[in-house]
């Protein structure tokens, strides 16, 4: 079984800089113009499972809630500590969790669409 994630979005140029430059994922495909959309596929190769960002002419009416996140599993407190790295080097602040388990295992960061992004060293 293969896993996508898809959200609209009116940010597409600001998401793919997110996820791709900031938390280093992979473009693994993407399309214009189809019946409207734009989109791409983000993710990580040879993975089940990708993130599907797209945009049309109508406008997305998101209100995240403070536990919807995706969480990072890294594999290493090197990675998890490179990464807080780049995001602070690209002035993305860190943002208290909700919830109490998160606040403590992990760094939470808002991606452009102001849904939140959990990164945590995997188990």
């Known amino acids: 079984m293969k896993f996508r994630i898809a959200r609209h979005t009116n940010t597409l140029a600001p998401i793919i800089y997110f996820y791709k430059d900031l938390l280093g994922l992979t473009i693994l495909g993407e399309f214009k113009e189809h019946d409207g959309y734009d ?23 998101h209100q995240p809630h403070e536990d919807d996140l995706m969480v990072f599993y890294l594999k290493t407190i090197e990675e998890y500590e490179s990464l807080k790295h780049v995001f602070k080097n690209n002035n993305i602040p860190e943002v208290e969790a909700k919830n109490p388990y998160w606040r403590t295992n992990g760094t939470l960061y808002l991606d452009p669409d102001g849904y939140g992004v959990m990164l945590t060293v995997g188990k």
């Open 39 to 61: 989109g791409v596929f983000i993710g990580l190769k040879d993975a089940n499972w990708h993130l599907e960002f797209t945009v049309s002419y109508e406008t997305p009416k």
